[in-house]
Structures are given as C-alpha cells and as structure tokens.
C-alpha cells in the first residue's frame, strides 16, 4: 500500500511541476503564433488524449516527464526545396516520396528531407506504421466558428474545410510556404525565441513564489511563544513571503553552481536527490499536510527550474545558450553538432542519475545512508 501512495504522490507532484513547466513553453509559444502539435504528460510513447485546434493533449504510458512539440525548432539550415514540396503535397493531398521528387524535378533524398522537415513544422503528416511506403499527407484543415466569423467580418470567403490527406489547390505556392513558415520557431527574431526557452522556467519559479506567498503570508505559520510556549500563527508580509523565495531560489542557486566546483561537487551530489528520493519524500511530506505538500512541491519547482538553466544541451537552458552563440556570431549550429551536445548532455546527467539512484536506495530502502 505505502509502494501505491508513493507512486500516486510521484505522479501527482512530477506531473503536476512538468505540466506548467511545458505550459509555460506552449503558452509563449502560442502568444507568438507559433504551432504546437502535441502537448503530452509523460515520456514519447503510445499515448491517450484529444485535439483541440492543431494541438494533440494527452498521456503517455510512461507518465514521468512531458513535454510540448513546438514546432520549427529543429537545428541547421533549412532544406532548399520546402516551397515546390509543400505546394505539390497539397495539390496530390496524398503522395509518396518518389511521386514528390518526380513533380519537383529533385532527387528521391531531396524530396524525402524536406517532407520530413515540413512534418516537423506540422504542416505535413508523416507515414504511418500501416504505410507500406514513405506516404505523405496533406493535414485536415477545420476552421473554427471564430475563425469564419473573422474571415466574414473581413469581407473575405468563408474559409474552406479539408480532411485529411484530401487534395486542395495552391494557388499561390509562396503564399502558402509564407504561412506556413510564419507559424514557426524559427521564424521568430532572438527575443521572442528566448522567451520561449526560458517561459517553462519562469513557470516553475512563479509557481514556487506564489506558494511561499500562500504559505507564509495568506495562511501563515506557526510558532512557539518563547514564554508561554503557546503556539501562535504569524503572518508575514507579502513583501517578506518574495523575500524568503527569492532567498530559497538562490540558495539552490549557489547548490547547483557547487556541481561545477571540484571542491564542493561530491557532497552537492551527496546532497541530491533522484526521481525515486522526490518520490518517498513526496508521500511524507503530503502525510504531514497540504501546505507541507506544498511547500515540499515549491523546493522541486525551483529545482526544477534552476538545473533546466544549467547549460547544457537538451536542457532549456542549454538551448538558450546555443541561440545566443548564433545571434552573436551570426552561424548556424548543425542538426548534427546539436545532436553530438545533446547525446554529451544526456551521458552527463545519466552518470548523475545512476550515482544519485544510488543513493537514494541506501537512504530509503536499506537506511544505511549517512
């Protein structure tokens, strides 16, 4: 039974601190226009969910983690032939590769890497398992009610409806190439970018700061008189309740610095946690109340959102550093030099995983941890 809580407790304070830690990326995201085709609580995978607009809500199997596909934020140049490809998708509705490389006059490879780049700006569907070919698809187009009524009220023609897959006209190739690269990330200027990079971050640390404003100001705490020995619930200011976040956020600041310190690495290590210690912590700290729990969630969203800065590919913070290399020496970095950073990244913070899984099973399951 204790094993089921603990497991409920992970899920809710994980899922809970990752879904407005991806919100905060597909909120900016969407502010700035840009599509966003999935938004999933837990790891890729087989998964539930609905479609509202063209964004796919769910679950995955694996409901650890999350993230938000924003569209266009792959690395490297872009290919050279994404307008003819995209135009004659469309007219086909459905094609194969080869159909697209023979109507564009380009290559097999050719038409193949730029379908596959359109599917990631979300303005193509990818084969399918049942597809016995590389199979393309025109997406469906369903405008929404508000949409018609703003075409209407514009003076221009209701706004047509296409299923999946089903041939359109393209009447203007440009035009349409225009649209669809408008809608993605890389289409934005640096600071829009940024914003994007950094809102799940932000999300984290404004959820921990409105909850140390709860806690200690709203509903208060308590202490004990140091005569009468009576307990007595204080309440701090406002202005006190943000002073004590942002003293918390720094502490955990000079904590993940101290990884980067030779001097101080081992015992900061020594005194991290995994997904399993934020786990069994998690079922005690909701055992001793709401505001604990609460409290307890508040800590991992500043850590959370403290360790994604850190700069290293795939994190947030990582990316960020990357945009800011290219705005300052006006180069593209490659899909492949990203994939390299990222594969580094992610054996970095596997060697950390393992070491603090470690750790974590001496404390909690054996007690032999000092």
């Not at 006059?105 to 590389?134: C, R």
């Not at 075409?151 to 296409?162: C, E, F, H, T």
């Not at 959820?207 to 004990?224: C, K, P, Y």
């Amino acid at each position: 039974m204790d094993l089921l809580i603990i497991l409920v407790c992970a899920v809710i304070v994980i899922g809970f601190l990752v879904f407005i830690h991806e919100g905060g990326h597909y909120l900016a995201a969407r502010a700035f226009g840009v599509r966003v085709t999935e938004f999933m609580l837990g790891l890729p995978g087989p998964s539930i969910g609905f479609t509202r607009g063209e964004t796919r809500f769910g679950v995955t199997a694996v409901p650890l983690g999350g993230y938000a596909k924003v569209c266009g934020m792959e690395a490297g140049p872009m290919q050279p032939h994404l307008q003819e490809v995209l135009a004659a998708l469309y007219r086909r509705g459905t094609a194969n590769m080869e159909d697209i490389a023979l109507d564009c006059g380009i290559t097999d490879d050719e038409a193949y890497e730029a379908l596959e780049e359109l599917v990631e700006w979300g303005s193509v569907i990818g084969p399918t398992k049942q597809d016995q070919f590389n199979t393309y698809r025109a997406p469906r187009v369903m405008p929404t009610k508000r949409q018609q009524r703003k075409a209407a009220k514009a003076g221009k023609p209701a706004l047509a409806s296409y299923q999946l897959g089903e041939a359109r006209p393209v009447d203007d190739p440009r035009a349409l190439y225009d649209s669809e690269y408008s809608q993605q990330y890389r289409s934005l200027p640096f600071w829009k970018r940024s914003v994007i990079l950094l809102a799940g971050i932000a999300m984290n640390l404004l959820f921990a700061m409105l909850v140390f404003v709860l806690v200690f100001s709203i509903i208060g705490f308590q202490v004990q008189h140091p005569e009468t020995g009576e307990l007595i619930t204080i309440h701090a200011s406002v202005l006190q309740a943000l002073q004590a976040g942002f003293t918390y956020i720094g502490m955990v600041i000079q904590a993940v610095v101290g990884l980067f310190n030779p001097a101080t690495a081992a015992q900061t290590v020594s005194d991290s946690t995994s997904i399993v210690g934020i786990a069994v912590m998690s079922k005690d700290y909701f055992q001793a109340g709401l505001i604990e729990g609460l409290e307890f969630m508040a800590m991992i969203s500043v850590s959370l959102g403290i360790m994604n800065l850190l700069p290293i590919p795939p994190l947030d913070g990582g990316r960020f550093v990357v945009e800011v290399f290219q705005k300052g020496t006006r180069k593209t970095v490659s899909q492949k030099v990203m994939n390299y950073m990222s594969m580094a990244g992610m054996a970095l913070f596997l060697g950390l995983f393992v070491i603090m899984l470690n750790q974590d099973i001496q404390r909690f399951v054996f007690g032999n941890w000092g």
